[in-house]
T-cell receptor, first 112, second 114 residues
């Protein structure tokens, strides 16, 4: 049963440190999404890629966040420097175009 | 402007009674509509989707939704709630134009009373 995997599942770091979250999409999917979920803001779409090219990153704070797809099997979301307000659960999802999205289990980030 | 509105942030029903979670959208384009469910500490999972075929869509776990273009609604229903249905539910609209736009509703938390 193919699944989206995310690493790490949990991350605790101190303010100012760099954080890298990784996602392995389902093989064959051409679109990868990054979301952030907090109690206050709910679920926010940060960015998404099609065929490894960024299509929409308007939801992502550009000054400290960056998202890339080095190859078709890996998507990364990086925060540098991290701040306490970045504490959230970050979800990756993959799919074919903007049809059904298959979500990973999430990375719970805590920035102290 | 395109938008998705989930009319209730929290719905509480008794086990065995019907469930209704409401979703309205506004769009200039023909949308695709989805309902996702999120159980505690889990990722989202697709319940069902509408993509311009039958207006009544059946999903997993006994859920269904009806697309009503005249009302711009896509409400989620289930005839009889089960304790395992307690979760957060998201209505999602995908708008196909020159650049596809994905819009999530704010979510409805469903509680089930024994």
């Amino acid at each position: 049963d193919a699944r989206v995997t995310q690493t790490p599942r949990h991350k605790v770091t101190e303010m100012g440190q760099e954080v890298t979250m990784r996602c392995q999409p389902i093989l064959g999917h051409n679109t990868v999404f990054w979301y952030r979920q907090t109690m206050m803001q709910g679920l926010e779409l940060l960015a998404y890629f099609r065929n490894r090219a960024p299509l929409d990153d308007s939801g992502m704070p550009k000054d400290r966040f960056s998202a890339e797809m080095p190859d078709a099997t890996l998507a990364t979301l990086k925060i540098q420097p991290s701040e306490p307000r970045d504490s959230a659960v970050y979800f990756c999802a993959s799919g074919m175009n903007t049809d059904t999205q298959y979500f990973g289990p999430g990375t719970r980030l805590t920035v102290l | 402007a395109q938008s998705v509105t989930q009319l209730d942030s929290h719905v509480s029903v008794s086990e065995g009674t019907p469930v209704l979670l409401r979703c309205n959208y506004s769009s200039s384009y023909s949308p695709s509509l989805f309902w996702y469910v999120q159980h505690p500490n889990k990722g989202l999972q697709l319940l069902l989707k509408y993509t311009s075929a039958a207006t009544l869509v059946k999903g997993i776990n006994g859920f269904e939704a009806e697309f009503k273009k005249s009302e711009t609604s896509f409400h989620l229903t289930k005839p009889s709630a089960h304790m395992s249905d307690a979760a957060e539910y998201f209505c999602v609209v995908t708008l196909y134009s020159s650049a596809s736009k994905i819009i999530f509703g704010s979510g409805t938390r469903l509680s089930i009373r024994p």
